[in-house]
């Protein structure tokens, strides 16, 4: 069954609008989550169900040290689940099973939101009774050195299953062991993988001269999903919180087979478009269903975003950048880009052309565009480009001279809008990804500056996942990039310089740079005075 967005009904092609709120449907009495305060999910006792990625998970009984645990009678529509073999072990010269490292299972319940359930697993039939005895040693022995409040929450949500996964129920056999020794079941009810766990502070210099990827995993990062199905949980009350026009630009299409990356919308009329102060572009990369996400997915971070083309050349489509993203190492994912700067293109409403641009090799890619009104008061009337990027060498700064614009007379806001990413490694600090490339905008009399001090963090990036980075991809994700992190949208810098301008004159903007303490690379850029009634 094909996953495309969440609680949301598909268009049947292109270019059509969609003004559907997609909210669940209300009960009488409404449960909310103790995690989060948001209405708990409910379960789905007939659905399509499956035992591949994002398939529905069917109702399920595993007999645990503690007694029968059985699925649909556990479900809250609150909780995380996660299942966890013995298979997954420190590294592949390593094979000490993940669930029986007391010190990992800490950290677990450290990392872990409250509401996940952690089931551990033989993964063979021999030997079960020594694998539950192991497993149970274990896990007491890391509640052991929790508090007592702490110890008895874990105690309740951390399952030993005294079965091996050949005895379980079919389907819980076969996502055990397709892809990688477990899943997981998010608060959707539907199953997931767990990507990596290969941990960014155990790096081993053995398993690197061995030819191995070098950095041995930790039972402690199967927390890592669920942090990001809260998420997911939480930018879907967003959605649900506002009336938002749909328009679909692509649809469950595979970009690598088609290769097509240009469409056209035909947006409602400018008075319509004026009601809006808030555009989101919704961008979902999933992979072949049939085998796992490692090999299936793109393999490397890089960037794709979506562009506005000329309307008086719709091959044109350079200049103007209206989101960006950057892809993950080996996995899908879903991202929500604020693209509200932007607005003021579109105020004219009728027909633009678009284009997605990027990596798209190994994705299936739905699009879409959503409209609505926040209560912001702002009214979209007019948008001038500013600087573009380029190389980061003695010529950027001449190549991006001071630049003057004449603000329209009834501009109540006048927004400064930055999106910035570094790229490539053109010098020993490794720049522009990993430096801390600044970018000072003055006009009138301040400067705005796009910084990126956390350069260095090693977790930078992981620590994000709260906010939308995917989790345990196939490769470095865990640094802290310039701007950006490996599966997640870049975000705009957005600076209010109304008061550094005056309506129905013109405003002087210069652009420098801390190029000679820092060069190399590529710098991305895209920058635009946004100006609202």
Same mark, same amino acid.
């Given at each position: 069954?094909?996953?495309?967005?969440?609680?949301?009904?598909? /268009?049947?092609?292109?270019?059509q609008?969609?003004?559907? *709120?997609?909210?669940?449907?209300e009960?009488?009495?409404e449960?909310?989550c103790s995690?989060?305060?948001?209405?708990?999910i409910?379960?789905?006792?007939?659905?399509?169900f499956?035992?591949?990625?994002? !398939?529905?998970?069917?109702?399920? *009984?595993? $007999?645990?040290d503690?007694g029968?645990?059985r699925f649909?009678?556990?479900f809250?529509?609150?909780d995380?689940?996660?299942?966890?073999?013995?298979?997954r072990?420190?590294?592949p010269?390593e094979?000490?099973p993940l669930?029986?490292r007391?010190d990992?299972?800490v950290s677990l319940t450290?990392?872990?939101p409250?509401n996940t359930?952690y089931?551990?697993?033989?993964?063979?039939?021999d030997?079960?009774?020594?694998?539950?005895?192991t497993?149970r040693?274990?896990?007491?022995?890391a509640? %052991?050195q929790?508090?007592?409040?702490v110890?008895?929450?874990f105690?309740?949500?951390?399952?030993?299953v005294t079965a091996g &996964?050949p005895?379980?129920?079919?389907w819980?056999n !076969?996502?055990?062991?397709?892809?990688?020794?477990?899943?997981?079941?998010?608060?959707?009810?539907r199953?997931?993988?767990?990507?990596q766990?290969?941990?960014?502070?155990?790096?081993?210099a053995?398993l690197n001269?061995?030819?191995?990827?070098?950095w041995?995993n930790?039972?402690?990062y199967?927390?890592?999903?669920?942090?990001?199905?809260n998420f997911e949980?939480?930018?879907e009350?967003?959605l649900?919180? @506002?009336?938002?026009?749909?328009y679909?630009?692509?649809?469950?299409?595979?970009? /690598?087979g088609?290769?097509r990356?240009r469409?056209t919308?035909?947006?409602?009329?400018?008075?319509?478009?004026?009601?809006?102060d808030?555009?989101l572009?919704d961008?979902?990369?999933?992979?072949?269903?049939?085998?796992?996400?490692?090999?299936n997915?793109?393999?490397?971070?890089?960037?794709?975003?979506l562009w506005?083309c000329?309307?008086?050349? $719709?091959?044109?489509?350079?200049d103007?950048e209206?989101? &960006?993203y950057?892809?993950?190492?080996?996995r899908?994912g &879903?991202?929500?880009a604020?693209a509200?700067p932007?607005?003021p293109?579109? =105020?004219d409403? %009728?027909?633009?052309t678009?284009?997605l641009?990027?990596? &798209?090799v190994?994705h299936?890619?739905?699009?879409?565009?959503?409209? %609505?009104?926040?209560g912001k008061?702002k009214?979209?009337?007019?948008?001038e $480009?500013?600087?573009?990027?380029?190389?980061?060498?003695e010529?950027y700064e001449a190549?991006?001279? $001071?630049?003057q614009?004449?603000v329209?007379a009834?501009?109540?806001t006048?927004?400064?809008?930055v999106?910035v990413?570094?790229?490539g490694?053109?010098?020993?600090?490794?720049?522009?990804?990993f430096?801390?490339?600044?970018?000072?905008?003055?006009i009138?009399a301040e400067t705005?500056s796009a910084?990126?001090?956390?350069?260095g963090?090693?977790?930078g990036c992981?620590n994000?996942?709260?906010?939308g980075?995917?989790?345990?991809?196939?490769?470095?994700?865990?640094?802290?990039r310039?701007?950006?992190c490996p599966?997640?949208?870049?975000?705009p810098w957005?600076?209010d310089? #109304?008061?550094?301008?005056?309506?129905?004159?013109t405003? #002087?903007?210069?652009y @420098?740079?801390?190029?000679?303490?820092?060069t190399?690379?590529?710098i991305?850029?895209?920058?635009?005075l946004v100006?609202? =009634?």
């Amino acid at each position: 069954m094909r996953w495309v967005l969440l609680l949301v009904s598909m /268009a049947t092609g292109c270019d059509q609008s969609d003004n559907e *709120t997609d909210k669940p449907e209300e009960t009488e009495t409404e449960t909310l989550c103790s995690e989060d305060d948001l209405p708990a999910i409910p379960l789905n006792r007939d659905g399509q169900f499956g035992d591949g990625r994002r !398939d529905l998970a069917a109702d399920f *009984t595993l $007999p645990t040290d503690r007694g029968e645990w059985r699925f649909f009678e556990a479900f809250t529509g609150c909780d995380n689940y996660v299942f966890v073999t013995d298979d997954r072990v420190l590294s592949p010269i390593e094979d000490e099973p993940l669930i029986w490292r007391v010190d990992d299972i800490v950290s677990l319940t450290e990392k872990s939101p409250r509401n996940t359930h952690y089931f551990f697993i033989a993964d063979d039939d021999d030997g079960i009774e020594a694998f539950v005895e192991t497993t149970r040693d274990a896990v007491d022995a890391a509640l %052991g050195q929790l508090d007592d409040d702490v110890k008895a929450h874990f105690d309740a949500h951390i399952h030993v299953v005294t079965a091996g &996964r050949p005895d379980l129920e079919d389907w819980v056999n !076969d996502a055990l062991v397709r892809p990688d020794e477990g899943f997981a079941i998010d608060r959707y009810q539907r199953i997931r993988e767990l990507g990596q766990l290969a941990d960014v502070q155990r790096y081993s210099a053995t398993l690197n001269n061995g030819g191995y990827w070098p950095w041995q995993n930790n039972l402690s990062y199967a927390a890592h999903p669920p942090i990001y199905f809260n998420f997911e949980r939480q930018r879907e009350a967003r959605l649900e919180q @506002t009336d938002w026009t749909s328009y679909y630009l692509l649809v469950d299409e595979d970009l /690598a087979g088609t290769g097509r990356n240009r469409f056209t919308v035909d947006l409602p009329d400018a008075e319509t478009m004026a009601g809006y102060d808030t555009m989101l572009v919704d961008l979902t990369h999933l992979c072949d269903t049939g085998s796992q996400e490692f090999g299936n997915c793109d393999a490397w971070d890089a960037i794709q975003d979506l562009w506005l083309c000329n309307p008086d050349d $719709p091959t044109d489509c350079g200049d103007l950048e209206l989101a &960006r993203y950057i892809t993950t190492y080996h996995r899908e994912g &879903r991202w929500l880009a604020d693209a509200s700067p932007m607005l003021p293109l579109l =105020k004219d409403g %009728g027909p633009h052309t678009m284009q997605l641009r990027g990596a &798209r090799v190994g994705h299936d890619v739905t699009l879409r565009l959503l409209f %609505g009104n926040e209560g912001k008061e702002k009214i979209p009337l007019g948008i001038e $480009p500013l600087w573009r990027g380029g190389s980061f060498n003695e010529n950027y700064e001449a190549n991006h001279p $001071p630049i003057q614009v004449d603000v329209p007379a009834d501009a109540k806001t006048v927004e400064l809008v930055v999106i910035v990413t570094g790229h490539g490694f053109g010098s020993g600090d490794n720049c522009a990804e990993f430096c801390n490339h600044e970018h000072d905008f003055a006009i009138g009399a301040e400067t705005f500056s796009a910084t990126h001090p956390d350069i260095g963090d090693q977790l930078g990036c992981l620590n994000q996942i709260g906010q939308g980075t995917v989790p345990n991809q196939y490769g470095t994700w865990w640094f802290n990039r310039s701007s950006w992190c490996p599966g997640k949208e870049v975000d705009p810098w957005v600076w209010d310089v #109304t008061s550094q301008v005056t309506p129905g004159q013109t405003a #002087t903007i210069e652009y @420098t740079t801390n190029y000679g303490q820092v060069t190399g690379g590529s710098i991305v850029l895209s920058s635009y005075l946004v100006f609202w =009634k």
